[in-house]
Each structure stands twice: as C-alpha cells, then as structure tokens.
C-alpha cells in the first residue's frame, strides 16, 4: 500500500528516470559455497573458514537451498526460468572482498524479464525486472572504532545474495519506495528473505537520470549506494534528482559515478566513477559448473508458492468484506495476515479485529520500539487470545475502553482475557438499576448542568456519560447509560425531564 503523501513533487520541465538493484540476502543457515552460519550478529570473523576467506587450493560447493529460494522468486515474479544459468567470477580489489573477485552471474543469469505490480496513488504500475541473479556477498569494512585502523569483519563474506534489477520503468521517489515496500513484502511472503533493512538483508542501489519531458532519450545516470530505509530512499532519490537539473540548468554535465547518501546533510555526495561491466573482468567462474535446473524441479518449486500478497489482499476484501485499505494492510506482511485470519477464525468480527489488529497491535509494536517481526513470533497476546477478547464485547461483558486495559495486562502477563476480566473485576455493569442509581446521583450533584442541557446545550450529555462512567469506574455499558440518561433528561431544550 502506498503511504499518504503530498502531490508529487514539480521537477518543472523534467522528468526522472529511476531503475533499482535490490540486494536481498537469501535466509539459508548457512553461506552460499560454504557450511559456515549465515547468521546476522556473531562476533566478528567467527562465521569463518578457508572457502569464504579465499585459501588457496579450496573449491565452492552450491548451496542448493539458496538456489531453491532464488528460483522461487523468479517464478513469482513472472520471470522466465532459462534451461542454463552460469556462474562468472567479478574481479575487483577491496579489503572486504577476500578472494580479490566475488563470484556472481553475468551474461547468463538465473531469471530474466518479469516484473512487480506497485500500487500507487495513480492505481496499479507494473515495474518490469531485467533479471534476477545470485552472487555471493562481501565482508564489511568498520572504520569507526578508532582514528588509526580500519577493521575488515568476514561474517557476511559469502552470505548468498539475489540481485533483483529493475528496469528505469519507476517515475518518482514515492513510488520507488512502493516498489521496495512491495518488493519486500513478496519476498517475506515467499520466506526467502527476512527484509531487514537495518541488518542489511535488504538493501537497495538507485539508478537515478533526468531528462526532458518526452524526450525518449535517457539522461546520464547515476548510482546511489546502499540506502538502509524506506524513508532514506525517497529522500536521496529525490536530492539526486534536484542535484542534476540545477546541475545541468546551470551549464553543467551530469558525470556517471556512484554517489553515497548522507542522511544528516540531506544530500548524495560523490564516491568514485561509476564502473562498466568491462571494468570488472568478468570471466566463467572456473571452479563451478553451470547451472541447469530440470523442468520438472521448476514445476515442482512453482507448486509450492504460497498465496501472494495481491491475491490474498483481494480475498481479504472479498471474504471478510473489509475495506480495501485494510485489506492492504493486513496482507503487507505475511506473519500479520496469518495472526488477522486466525484471530478471524476464534471470533468471526472481521471488521471489529481488522480495526483492532491495524490499531492497537501495531501502535503497540511502533510505542514499544519492537521489531514488526515479533508480532507473530514473540507477540504476547495470541491471535485467538484477542479473538475471545473482541467476543467480550461484541457479547457484552466488557465496554471498548476496559478491553484496552485488558489488553494491556494481557501484554504484560500474557494472560487469557476472562482471566483478567474476572480477577480485576472489570466485568461491564449492564444492571438497569444500578445504572440508574449512578445517572441520579450524576443528576443531582449538576443541577446547574442539568437546566443548562434542558436549556438546549445538548453538548452537555457527553460531560453527563464521562461522569456517569467515572462513578462506575468505566464498567457501565455505554449504550444503557445514554438510553437511561437521555429518559432522565429529557430532549434539549425543553423545560423538565421525565
């Protein structure tokens, strides 16, 4: 779902042209040639051995799981699956790159062409892919633990990656972030990558040119490297953009090269020229043969798919007749779709717990600065525990306002919510007479609030509910308490009550 945003910003008589490269790491247990832990977190160079550092004399052996997942992805996006993929070695020197080359797919990769639908404001854009391939991942280099060295930690050297390029098909910053908001969701759907952006599982280079409108030439592009949030991409792309119009509106030329994104300052800053394909040297990788994956294995893997995120989202909206929005929401990742359908099948309110799902469990999430992942895996209040809580009001026993404090010592205990109900009393007063007895006492303590309301300030009945709910300690049912209140006072403006 694309997120509410101001009109589309006025780039005059320019037009950006944008294409991404989406590096997602692929979530095997182990690197893509090697049985060392693809694990995010150990202690630096402890995910190690004489395969992803480079030894001489030590050969690759495929991660056959990697390339399960890779397959599965280009059968999702509509790719087509060639009979042979080849491997080929991409020779540059860096200090997080152990072997001096990566090992990567060049002129013949695993997947080609398909594409990604993008919901915008506009409606519905099918963003084309040019290919999807493997390669192996590089080390990282840490350069801010003192002033004198640069560290190199090898963990992620050799951690297995798909490349998923774009073709330029993407008109402005809003939507390049759509496309990677849809992008990660398929692919979580999928659980080929987790989608991480602070641990770099997924991240994102922007190809970014502008031209003049309708002009079918292309501009000089540049690269913007690594953008680590979806925010981060909408505001580089669209400085780059800025940058090359007054740029070239000034007399200047747009250079080829690839540009890093400080967030701080707002703006992409120069790294180096941009390389060509020729500048890496790519050659068969010697040391693997090529791939060929029988028909039969791709049938097989297309079998499995799951149902994707646009077509669960559409059954959302048919099945529980929830509005589209919400439909979008609750299929956005799939953990949360799963956790709404059984929540659903405890308590049949779809549009009650759609509400309460998009509200008050991912409020609760964003409040608590917990990862959107725990909401499945280590949320404390099952998908039934507030199925059978949204029963408790829908049947009466609890108001709206005293489900949010059983849902928060729900939270805190992890406790089923009859149990909180009973033990701290919170069970709804639904007594007529009871109710009556705390509207009178309301009555008489207001009697100049009382001739106000009869007077005609009918605004004045909320202050007599709040009060009311105040002396039964917000257990009165709400819907009672106007029905008794309102046989009490009278209509608005009249002169005496009943």
């Known amino acids: 779902m694309s997120d ?4 589309t910003p006025d780039y005059g008589d320019w037009e950006p042209v944008i294409g991404l490269e989406v590096h997602a790491q692929l979530l095997t247990e182990s690197k893509l040639f090697c049985g060392c832990s693809a694990s995010f977190g150990a202690a630096p160079n402890a995910h190690t051995c004489p395969v992803c550092m480079g030894f001489p004399g030590v050969l690759p052996v495929l991660n056959e799981r990697a390339l399960e997942f890779a397959i599965r992805t280009g059968i999702a996006t509509g790719c087509t699956i060639p009979t042979r993929a080849r491997w080929a070695r991409k020779n540059y020197f860096y200090p997080d790159l152990p072997k001096g080359y990566q090992i990567s797919m060049f002129d013949e990769p ?37 002033d004198a060295h640069s560290l190199v930690d090898l963990n992620r050297a050799g951690v297995p990656l798909m490349e998923i ?11 390049a972030a759509d496309y990677l908001r849809t992008l ?12 991480n952006l602070e641990q770099g599982s997924f991240r994102c280079d ?7 409108k309708g002009d079918p030439k292309l501009g000089t592009r540049t690269e913007i490297k690594n953008i680590n949030s979806f925010r981060n991409v909408e505001r580089a792309i669209d400085s780059e953009i800025r940058r090359q119009i007054d740029l070239i509106e000034s007399g200047g030329t747009v250079r080829q090269e690839t540009r890093g994104w400080d967030a701080d300052r707002g703006r992409t800053l120069a790294m180096r020229s941009k390389e060509d394909a020729h500048d ?30 646009a077509a669960r989202r559409d059954r959302f909206v048919e099945q529980y007749g929830i509005p589209d929005y919400d ?4 299929t956005a990742r799939r953990d949360l779709a799963d956790y709404y359908e059984a929540a659903v099948r405890t308590h049949p309110n779809p549009k009650a717990l759609s509400n309460w799902v998009m509200g008050d469990v991912l409020r609760t999430v964003r409040e608590r600065g917990l990862d959107e992942a725990l909401v499945i895996r280590d949320w404390p209040v099952s998908a039934e525990s507030l199925g059978r809580l949204v029963a408790r009001i829908d049947d009466g026993t609890i108001s709206g306002k005293i489900a949010k404090t059983v849902l928060e010592e729900m939270l805190a205990s992890g406790a089923e919510p009859d149990d909180v109900i009973e033990r701290k ?24 609030k009382v001739a106000e309301y009869r007077g005609g300030k009918d605004k004045l009945l909320g202050f007599f509910v709040g009060q009311i709910m105040k002396a039964t300690g917000g257990k009165a049912n709400p819907q009672a308490v106007n029905q008794i209140l309102r046989a009490r006072l009278g209509e608005p403006g009249t002169s005496s009550g009943g």
Request: a negative charge; charged letters at 30%; one cysteine or more.
């Open 425 to 448: 009393g919170l069970r709804q007063v639904t007594d007529a007479g009871a109710i009556t007895g705390a509207v009178e006492e309301v009555l008489a303590a207001n009697p100049d």
């Open 184 to 195: 990660r969701s398929l692919l979580q759907y999928l659980e080929v990558c987790d989608g």
């Open 110 to 146: 695993l997947a080609i062409g398909g594409g990604i639908d993008v919901e915008t404001p506009a409606g519905t854009k099918r963003v084309r892919l040019t290919r999807i391939h493997m390669e192996e991942d590089a080390g990282k280099n840490i350069h801010d633990t003192d």
């Open 280 to 309: 890496y040297r790519y050659f068969p990788e010697p040391d693997l043969l090529p791939l060929e994956v029988p028909r039969e294995r791709i049938e097989a893997i297309r079998g499995e798919l799951p149902e994707l995120p």
């Open 165 to 175: 390029v774009s073709e330029p098909d993407i008109a402005s910053a809003a939507e």
């Open 4 to 7: 509410t945003r101001d009109e």
């Open 206 to 212: 922007a190809n970014v040119s502008v031209r003049k």
């Open 327 to 330: 439909a979008g929401v609750l």
